[in-house]
């Protein structure tokens, strides 16, 4: 992966935490995009908790998933922060 596992961790979980807060202010599309958003949210962090507490290096189909779930989570929340800003 370009960026170290836990600074995409880090990221995400910072704009999870920051988008959760403001959801109650959002749209009822925001906030359904936002419940399908929570699953993935849940897969991504087990996936990377996984990867982190390995000792040895983790696989690649490991670590294309964790990166793949990281994207899309990532164009969601932008998707979602720009509805907020637009309504």
Do not use: P
């Not at 988008?19 to 359904?32: C, D, I, N, P, Q």
């Not at 949210?41 to 996936?47: N, P, V």
């Amino acid at each position: 992966m370009k960026e170290n596992l836990a600074e995409v961790w880090a990221k995400l979980r910072q704009e999870h935490d920051e988008l959760r807060v403001k959801m109650h202010l959002g749209t009822m599309e925001a906030k359904e995009e936002w419940d399908e958003l929570e699953k993935k949210w849940q897969r991504f962090e087990s996936k990377a908790a996984e990867a982190k507490d390995q000792v040895v290096e983790t696989s690649r189909e490991v670590s294309e998933g964790v990166e793949l779930i990281a994207k899309e989570l990532g164009a969601a929340y932008h998707r979602i922060r720009d509805g907020l800003r637009e309504s």
